[in-house]
């Protein structure tokens, strides 16, 4: 007769054991979208990199964009990439780009847009979570 002690030490051997197999090399996007559509962010691991992909609404204008970043064990998100109106103009309103320093690919990362309009307004969106993975 298996007891609960027994059942659930088996659970975790075969947990372990499926996760030991496990190579990934790239995670699935996250994608993130507000709900006034302004912009849409997707964020995915590639190996070690982080690649990041803004695309804006044609009608959207701003002053600047600052995309941030917050580890798992850290208590404020410090600036990954900033990115000027011309800037998203010229490269046809859709730039991707990599975090130049990424966290580990172990931890997990939580990443945020900052947006500062040209009325001088600062829009903060919740941030969207790229999760560890697992090796």
Request: hydrophobic letters at 45%.
């Amino acid at each position: 007769m298996f007891s609960y002690r027994n059942i659930f030490a088996f659970m975790f051997l075969m947990s372990g054991l499926s996760a030991m197999g496990q190579t990934p090399v790239a995670s699935s996007a996250v994608t993130f979208a507000p709900a006034d559509s302004e912009f849409v962010m997707e964020i995915k691991r590639v190996k070690t990199d982080v690649i990041i992909s803004i695309t804006f609404k044609d009608s959207l204008v701003f002053n600047y964009v600052s995309i941030e970043r917050q580890a798992n064990f850290s208590q404020t998100f410090t600036q990954c990439k900033y990115i000027s109106f011309d800037e998203a103009k010229n490269k046809g309103r859709h730039i991707v780009i990599d975090d130049e320093y990424p966290y580990a690919a172990s931890i997990d990362v939580a990443y945020r847009v900052k947006l500062n309009t040209k009325d001088g307004a600062m829009r903060t969106y919740p941030p969207i979570l790229l999760p560890a993975v697992s090796k």
